[in-house]
């Protein structure tokens, strides 16, 4: 258990529906990723927080994923009108960031969509 | 886009042989990371290499880093079977707004056979 903690782990949906992740980081790491994983692919960026500011998104996420880290503690992945290419593993990872960084990560949210 | 390219994507090997795995990346580096992820699970950290390293160990893991040529080698001695899992390298690089980030590579497939 590495401390950061990720619900659901497993969420099936139909296409056209909104789904919603949480991620509850280490916490005393100001630094939240979600990234997204496919069968044999390494983790796919998708956007990253240090505290509460969204410092970057993916250029590939389209306007229905949206990520949010409200006070700067636990944050929500939102994928609006899923489609069946959204089927992945959702991982989220938090950190210290000191001028470098390792990362802790959950265990991910399985999505698929039916 | 990915940074980082491991080779071999796959490797197969017995218990007590050692397994070598490599990473290439194409920018400037802090530092590189290595981590281990078992089927359906988060990623783990396993060990971090700076830039002006050459050579470092943790316990049955040897990583090397040749910044003139780009590429990383994890080395895991004495094979286990609790070592089989999917391998991933991970570089910083500079993000959006100098931010850094980790960017990771495809990863190889270990399976240790017992």
């Known amino acids: 258990d590495t401390g950061v903690s990720q619900n659901p782990r497993h969420k099936i949906t139909k296409r056209g529906q909104n789904v919603t992740f949480r991620c509850d980081p280490i916490s005393e790491h100001n630094r939240l990723y979600w990234y997204r994983q496919t069968l044999g692919q390494g983790p796919e960026f998708l956007t990253y927080f240090q505290n509460e500011a969204q410092l970057e998104k993916s250029r590939l996420l389209s306007d229905r994923f949206s990520a949010e880290r409200p006070k700067g503690s636990f944050s929500t992945l939102e994928i609006q009108r899923t489609e069946q290419g959204d089927s992945a593993m959702y991982l989220c990872?938090?950190?210290?960031?000191?001028?470098?960084?390792?990362?802790?990560f959950g265990s991910g949210t399985q999505l698929s969509v039916l | 886009s990915q940074q980082g390219e491991e080779d071999p994507q796959a490797l197969s090997i017995q218990e007590g042989e050692n397994a070598t795995m490599n990473c290439s990346y194409k920018t400037s580096i802090n530092n590189l990371q290595w981590y281990r992820q078992n089927s359906g699970r988060g990623l783990v950290h396993l060990i971090l290499i700076r830039s002006n390293e050459r050579e470092k160990h943790s316990g049955r893991l040897r990583v090397t880093l040749d910044t003139s040529k780009k590429s990383s080698s994890l080395l895991i001695t004495a094979s286990r079977a609790a070592d089989t899992a999917s391998y991933f390298c991970a570089t910083d690089a500079l993000g959006a707004g100098n931010n850094r980030k980790l960017i990771w590579g495809l990863g190889t497939s270990l399976a240790v056979n017992p």
């Open positions: 990872a938090s950190s210290l960031w000191t001028g470098s960084e390792k990362l802790f």
